[in-house]
């Protein structure tokens, strides 16, 4: 019987790498991804909440926080949805990572990178791009990396078709991949043929255990509606703004006609096409109003 359990989903996903139970799941997982020089050997879990400086300030809270045993910051979420901003938020985040290592008495050089990486389960940058992007702070016309101490990475799981067949030859990092996206599809005993190595014995453990407690099913299970709730508010909203702007397209497209014949009885001179393009529909409404009433007034 399938293990029906999405390790995408926020609940299952915190439970495999962000309690402190689960620390060599994380390892992994980073090893995996950022195939360090030197690989992560450990990591403590940190508070996931990004305490506010100022009562103004902003409160913020990641999937999961760590730092490893050279000091190195770490941020992994998983994103089910696209919401507006994501790119800027992660960009936020990861700054605040890296800002708050140094306190009272130390040193710039004393700061340690700061590296986020998000999972995702729709695509976020359009094809030919990977499905891993890494982003560093980078001059493209010389070619000179400034610094890798602040990384974004960005794994894009539908750009990956991983076949059972080609998991004996994969790297850690493809046998995650295929991991996250279809562990729920396979019962346990299938899933640990497939990926027998330590850690995902490990983690197909974690999602058996959600499978089997009723209490963290339900847990699990409110979390999946949640989130099958928010995917559907955003494709609504997205949806509702598309029909909109499709129906002010053609509003915009019927004043700009107007407002050229109207010049044209007129005899003014015509205002361009692209000008009248860029305007507001408020602006064009305006501008069709003074044309009717200096054609009233002749």
Same mark, same amino acid.
């Given at each position: 019987?399938?293990? +029906?359990?999405?390790?995408?989903? +926020?609940?299952?996903?915190?439970?495999?790498?962000?309690?402190?139970?689960?620390? /060599?799941?994380?390892?992994?997982?980073?090893?995996?991804?950022?195939?360090?020089?030197?690989?992560?050997?450990?990591?403590?879990?940190?508070?996931?909440?990004?305490?506010?400086?100022?009562?103004?300030?902003?409160?913020?809270?990641?999937?999961?926080?760590?730092?490893?045993?050279?000091?190195?910051?770490?941020?992994?979420?998983?994103?089910?949805?696209?919401?507006?901003?994501?790119?800027?938020?992660?960009?936020?985040?990861?700054?605040?990572?890296?800002? +708050?290592?140094?306190?009272?008495?130390?040193?710039?050089?004393?700061?340690?990178?700061?590296?986020?990486?998000?999972?995702?389960?729709?695509?976020?940058?359009? %094809?030919?791009?990977?499905?891993?992007?890494?982003?560093?702070?980078?001059?493209?016309?010389? /070619?000179?990396?400034?610094?890798?101490?602040?990384?974004?990475?960005?794994?894009?799981?539908?750009?990956?078709?991983?076949?059972?067949?080609?998991?004996?030859?994969?790297?850690?990092?493809?046998?995650?991949?295929?991991?996250?996206?279809?562990?729920?599809?396979? +019962?346990?005993?299938?899933?640990?043929?497939?990926?027998?190595?330590?850690?995902?014995?490990?983690?197909?453990?974690?999602?058996?255990?959600?499978?089997?407690?009723?209490?963290?099913?339900?847990?699990? /299970?409110?979390?999946?509606?949640?989130?099958?709730?928010?995917?559907?508010?955003?494709?609504?909203?997205?949806?509702?703004?598309?029909?909109?702007?499709?129906?002010?397209?053609?509003?915009?497209?019927?004043?700009?006609?107007?407002?050229?014949?109207?010049?044209?009885?007129?005899?003014?001179?015509?205002?361009?096409?692209? /000008?009248?393009?860029?305007?507001?529909?408020?602006?064009?409404?305006?501008?069709?109003?003074?044309? %009717?009433?200096?054609?009233?007034?002749?």
């Amino acid at each position: 019987m399938p293990l +029906d359990i999405r390790p995408t989903v +926020d609940f299952a996903f915190k439970m495999l790498f962000g309690v402190p139970e689960h620390s /060599d799941l994380l390892i992994s997982i980073l090893n995996a991804v950022l195939q360090p020089t030197t690989p992560i050997a450990e990591v403590e879990i940190l508070n996931p909440f990004n305490p506010k400086k100022t009562p103004t300030d902003k409160l913020s809270v990641v999937d999961v926080k760590a730092r490893d045993e050279v000091g190195n910051r770490y941020i992994i979420e998983m994103q089910t949805s696209i919401p507006v901003g994501l790119k800027q938020r992660l960009i936020y985040y990861t700054a605040g990572l890296y800002f +708050d290592q140094l306190s009272e008495g130390q040193g710039y050089g004393d700061l340690c990178p700061a590296i986020s990486i998000c999972f995702l389960t729709q695509t976020l940058f359009p %094809q030919p791009v990977g499905g891993h992007s890494r982003f560093m702070l980078f001059d493209r016309g010389n /070619d000179v990396l400034l610094t890798d101490q602040l990384q974004l990475h960005f794994v894009e799981l539908p750009k990956y078709n991983s076949e059972e067949a080609s998991l004996g030859r994969a790297a850690d990092f493809e046998r995650w991949v295929f991991f996250l996206g279809r562990a729920a599809e396979y +019962d346990p005993d299938s899933l640990v043929r497939l990926l027998p190595e330590p850690a995902f014995h490990k983690a197909t453990g974690v999602l058996g255990m959600i499978s089997r407690s009723p209490n963290l099913r339900i847990l699990y /299970d409110d979390e999946a509606k949640a989130e099958l709730d928010r995917f559907s508010a955003l494709k609504g909203a997205r949806e509702e703004g598309e029909a909109i702007g499709h129906a002010e397209g053609l509003e915009q497209g019927t004043l700009v006609g107007k407002i050229t014949l109207l010049e044209q009885l007129l005899g003014l001179p015509e205002t361009e096409t692209a /000008d009248l393009a860029r305007r507001s529909l408020a602006e064009l409404q305006q501008t069709l109003q003074d044309l %009717q009433q200096r054609l009233s007034e002749r």
